[in-house]
């Protein structure tokens, strides 16, 4: 297990996680905050062409660093687990890394989809063939994720010359540009996501009331 520790940026704090090894999925949460926290749980798919850079914004948020270095392909599901303190207060989030090409999801990689509280589709502003598959998340995401799901389209890797312009998608799509390599935009994307779900579970829990 990593060292425990944390970091800090404009308010908020991501503390150490479990990053598991390419091809296996780690479901343990740190003990040593076990007896300490118990925030609640959201759950967040990270899905895009192969290469676009999901385990690289996954490092990069959760523990501040970019190893580029790291080139193995996911297979099937990796799933890292890490507590986050927002303004709203302290969540624990768990994300769901999805491997493979769009046309090739898994049953497996199908249901997740149905759990999440929110989703990340990347596309690497460098290949735009990558853009072009964007469509074709969008409409797995459409199909297998419940309406209530938020949505983020994530341009990835704007740290050079760009094949593909950042682009605003329509409303209720939300939308960031980040670099894992520089970690521009990584933090502020992931809180910002967190912070819209914390915000959508107040509401139902309001109007339950």
């Not at 609640?40 to 895009?48: D, K």
């Amino acid at each position: 297990m990593a060292a425990q520790t944390s970091w800090s940026r404009e308010g908020y704090t991501v503390r150490d996680c479990e990053l598991s090894p390419p091809g296996r999925s780690t479901l343990h949460w740190p003990s040593q905050m076990d007896d300490v926290c118990t925030p609640p749980l959201f759950m967040v798919a990270v899905c895009g062409a192969p290469g676009v850079g999901k385990s690289a914004l996954i490092e990069r948020f959760a523990s501040d660093r970019f190893s580029p270095l790291t080139t193995t392909p996911t297979i099937g599901l990796d799933v890292h687990v890490m507590a986050v303190e927002t303004r709203h207060g302290s969540v624990r989030l768990q994300l769901w890394e999805l491997g493979g090409a769009d046309e090739e999801l898994s049953e497996a990689q199908r249901a997740v989809y149905a759990d999440m509280h929110g989703v990340l589709i990347l596309y690497d502003t460098k290949r735009a063939e990558t853009w072009r598959s964007v469509r074709a998340w969008l409409l797995n995401v459409d199909a297998y994720a419940t309406a209530s799901a938020r949505r983020m389209l994530v341009a990835s890797k704007v740290d050079g010359e760009a094949a593909v312009k950042p682009w605003s998608p329509p409303a209720g799509l939300l939308f960031a540009a980040v670099s894992a390599k520089t970690g521009l935009g990584v933090s502020d994307a992931l809180v910002r996501l967190v912070e819209a779900m914390m915000e959508d579970a107040q509401q139902v829990q309001d109007e339950a009331e």
